[in-house]
């Protein structure tokens, strides 16, 4: 357990990480910051965060390392590869990564940070841009709970709903549980909103009628006036969501479960990106429909 406040390390500063990593520097811990493009890091920098090189220096530089980045196979190289984190973390120290990756990867990071002493975690969050801006983020948690014991302060700087699902993988295997429905919710709030738009209705006020009854929800209150106004601009980008897709679809029929709804959002959802619109936020889903 750590007996002072740490030096947290963070790697993975943008849409999301860049307002995470912020929140964390204003609860008054010294930060390290490592982003493969520097330029996503720049404003960070500027208030007081410490530029790392590599991966391995800002390891070395840190007690408590979090990553939030692209891909599964990041996640991999990142920890697991010969210059990533585990090569180079110090007994003792704390590795939390917060990407959405898959459940298999989390326990294998898990095994390899035990034998060297490192207590790791999987901790993907829910809440989009807005809940990264403003610290209020879902937290799903896989790991230790006596080591958790040590980093919900810091996790409490990034969000108010941080909740231990158990040991490693469950945090990713939780994530899956939350992806599964927006995936029917997304296809949902696209149709609806289009289908009152060819009715001749005026959306907004569609809008505020629905959205405090039976059909509320995060993506309709949130999102819903985004799509209605094409602002497509990405909290969460659709490349990204398809990975998610991707992720569930296999998790799930590892567990001997079709989920047909998470299919039908991958398969329109990347027909949106062959059309171009992979860096478009996920409320593009929208212009799927209003075109047909």
Known sequence: MLTTKPVVGFIGTGVMGKSMARNIQKGG????VYNRTKEKAEELIAEGAV???????LT???DVIITIIGYPTDVEDVYLGEDGILAHAKKGTYVIDMTTSTPTLAKQISEE????????????VSGGDVGAREGTLSIMVGGEEEAFETIQPILAQMGTNIQLQGPAGSGQYTKMTNQIVIAGTMLGVSEALVYAK????????V???IETGAA?????????LRMIEGDFNPGFYIKHFIKDLKIALDSARELGLETYGVALAKELY????????????TQALYKFYLEQ
Not at 117 to 124: E, I, L, R, S
Not at 198 to 205: I, N, R, V
């Open 29 to 32: 811990y010294e930060l390290n």
């Open 51 to 57: 530029w790392c090189d590599t991966v391995a220096q």
């Open 60 to 62: 070395e530089k840190s």
């Open 113 to 124: 940070a035990k034998k060297k002493g490192v207590f790791a975690f999987d901790a993907p």
């Open 198 to 205: 060819k009715a001749g209705l005026d959306q907004k006020k």
């Open 207 to 209: 809008l505020q009628s």
């Open 216 to 224: 509320r929800s995060f993506a309709l209150s949130n999102l819903g």
């Open 270 to 281: 990347e027909s949106l990106a062959e059309d171009g619109n992979e860096d478009l936020g």
